[in-house]
């Protein structure tokens, strides 16, 4: 009988205690009452472990969850926060990095004190006179991205950055084409290079800051919006044409055209068309070359043309100044061109 007994109470996955021997005159009841302080907290005590297993892996799952939907969009929600790049105010979006200081994020001011001691002024001599524009540094040594009629021709050119020391440097290739140019400074080392940014994500009314150096007043900066994009600006490729109107006989403007009129003088027979981003940010004679930022501090554009009430007079049009008419050609493209400019541009 102790053996049936014993079988009877050993069911499988159920570690119940050893069983008493069948001892004769004892009373049935009692061996159920030694049975029943274990089956009790046996049945309360599996829930509680179960609870505090699923604990962890439920804690796991949510922030493996949490991790997931950060890798996705939420990544660069909180990228910017952390970094103070987008945010209420500021409405320019080309790209994610953000050089402006979070403290100063969508500031005019912030914007130009972090990217103007990347921009320079130029200063080409021409056979024929002068020609003053701007630049922006895009490597720590000293190369520098401008515009060809700011260079084109020129003799010898001469260097002012932000700081005030003066390099000179040598023309390294040219592309009329898209009116761009590359310089080397000589002897020159640790300065801050521009971050480029990507025109494609420009959006037509992102604030922008313009940056250069009209009429010689090295580091001017305005500011405005961008108010159309992939507008058709005509441009002279003609090396003499670009220096009469740089030098001495010209008003200091680049001659341009745009919607089937010129502007800034005569643009010649031989021209070329590329597409631009127009923006009512103030630009001078002297701006041609410089920079259009995002209110990240990323440059978008190298200001190229602009437009003023006294292009098509007699009056020199320097002196009535820009009506919020001007264009950039889209960092893109410069990017694009880089290759070629290093190794000494198309027009080599």
Request: charged share 15%; proline share 5%.
């Amino acid at each position: 009988m102790t053996d049936s007994y014993r079988r009877s109470g050993d069911e499988p996955q159920q570690p119940y205690p050893p069983q008493p021997p069948y001892l004769p005159g004892v009373v049935l009841a009692e061996q159920t009452h030694q049975q029943q302080p274990y089956e009790q907290p046996q049945a309360e005590e599996g829930p509680k472990r179960k609870k505090k297993r699923l604990r962890g892996p439920t804690g796991l799952i949510a922030a493996v969850a949490v991790a997931a939907a950060a890798v996705g969009g939420g990544t660069a929600y909180a990228f910017q926060e952390l970094t103070g790049s987008g945010g209420d105010g500021v409405s320019a979006s080309s790209t994610s990095t953000n050089v402006v200081p979070s403290s100063k994020k969508g500031t005019v001011s912030g914007v130009a004190e972090a990217v103007s001691p990347s921009i320079v002024e130029v200063n080409a001599e021409l056979g024929s006179g002068s020609s003053t524009g701007s630049g922006v540094i895009i490597t720590s040594d000293g190369e520098i991205v401008t515009n060809n009629h700011v260079v084109s021709g020129a003799s010898s050119v001469k260097v002012s950055t932000s700081d005030g020391k003066t390099y000179t440097a040598d023309v390294v290739g040219t592309d009329a084409k898209k009116d761009l140019a590359l310089i080397k400074l000589k002897n020159a080392s640790g300065l801050k290079a521009a971050t480029l940014g990507d025109s494609e994500g420009v959006k037509v009314g992102d604030d922008v800051v313009a940056i250069g150096s009209p009429e010689g007043l090295t580091g001017t900066v305005t500011s405005g919006i961008v108010s159309a994009l992939q507008r058709d600006v005509t441009v002279s490729t003609d090396e003499g044409q670009q220096q009469q109107q740089q030098g001495g006989s010209g008003s200091g403007e680049w001659p341009f055209e745009f919607g089937g009129q010129q502007f800034n003088g005569d643009t010649g027979s031989s021209k070329t068309t590329y597409k631009a981003i127009q923006t009512d940010a103030s630009l001078n004679p002297g701006n041609s070359g410089g920079a259009l930022i995002d209110m990240n501090g990323n440059i978008i554009g190298i200001n190229s043309a602009m437009y003023s009430s006294g292009s098509g007079s007699s009056t020199s049009s320097s002196s009535n100044g820009s009506v919020g008419l001007g264009f950039a050609i889209p960092i893109n493209t410069v990017k694009a061109d880089l290759d070629t400019l290093r190794s000494g541009g198309s027009d080599s």
